[in-house]
């Protein structure tokens, strides 16, 4: 099945800068999403992105499916942007989860 | 309803016993996915229903586990003389059809003594 690994696994960032999260997959995928996990473990849908390029305020994400790699970009952060940040990916069965990258935005 | 529901948030029960843990899909989502998340882990596959095909059981880890979706709807994932190693975060998620954007619900807290 296929494998998902995410980068760094951990993130300590001062508020107002920016950060990049990786993604790498083994296969190809039909679906793609990025998720943040809230202190409180509600999952939130950041990003529903099989390929190309979305945005959503400070937030942005890129898949680039040929290279079977997906990024998310955190803009200006915030101490609420602290948490996990999940990335999935669906080929052939149900999400395969990444173990997540752990920001902590300090003030 | 807006979002994906599950009861109960939390539960706790003691090693041998049963439980049983609901999840109300988002209305008019075919699919209907559960994942289990252990303390500090990612989260892992358990089963999924699409409409009225059989569902996936793949990701079970035991005979002790098993689910049902009634009407289409509603799903009840149970687990038969629990172990203390099921203790996790079990969640539940729907999209539109398979495939497509999943949901998910907040979640309930199983601990088991």
């Known amino acids: 099945g296929i494998q998902v690994e995410q980068s760094p696994p951990d993130l300590i960032l001062q508020e107002g800068a920016n950060s990049t999260l990786r993604c790498n997959f083994s296969d190809s995928v039909n679906n793609l999403q990025w998720f943040h996990q809230n202190p409180w473990g509600q999952l939130i849908n950041l990003f529903y992105i099989p390929s190309g390029t979305k945005q959503n305020g400070r937030l942005s994400a890129t898949t680039v499916a040929t290279e079977r790699y997906s990024l998310l970009y955190i803009s200006s952060s915030q101490t609420t942007d602290s948490g996990v940040y999940f990335c999935?990916?669906?080929?052939?069965?149900?999400?395969?989860f990444g173990k997540g990258t752990r920001l902590s935005v300090i003030a | 309803g807006a979002g994906v529901s599950q009861s109960p948030s939390n539960k706790v029960t003691e090693k041998g016993k049963d439980v049983e843990l609901r999840c109300d899909p988002i209305s008019g989502h075919t699919a209907l996915y559960w994942y289990r998340q252990s303390l500090g882990q990612g989260l892992e596959f358990l089963i999924y229903f699409q409409g009225n095909s059989a569902p996936d059981k793949s990701g079970l880890p035991s005979d002790r586990f098993s689910a049902e979706r009634t009407g289409g709807s509603v799903s009840t994932l149970t687990i038969q003389r629990t172990q203390q190693e099921d203790s996790a975060v079990y969640l539940c998620?729907?999209?539109?059809?398979?495939?497509?954007?999943?949901?998910f619900g907040p979640g309930t807290r199983l601990t088991v003594l």
């Open positions: 998620a729907s999209s539109r059809v398979l495939g497509n954007e999943q949901f």
């Open positions: 999935a990916a669906l080929g052939n069965t149900p999400l395969v």
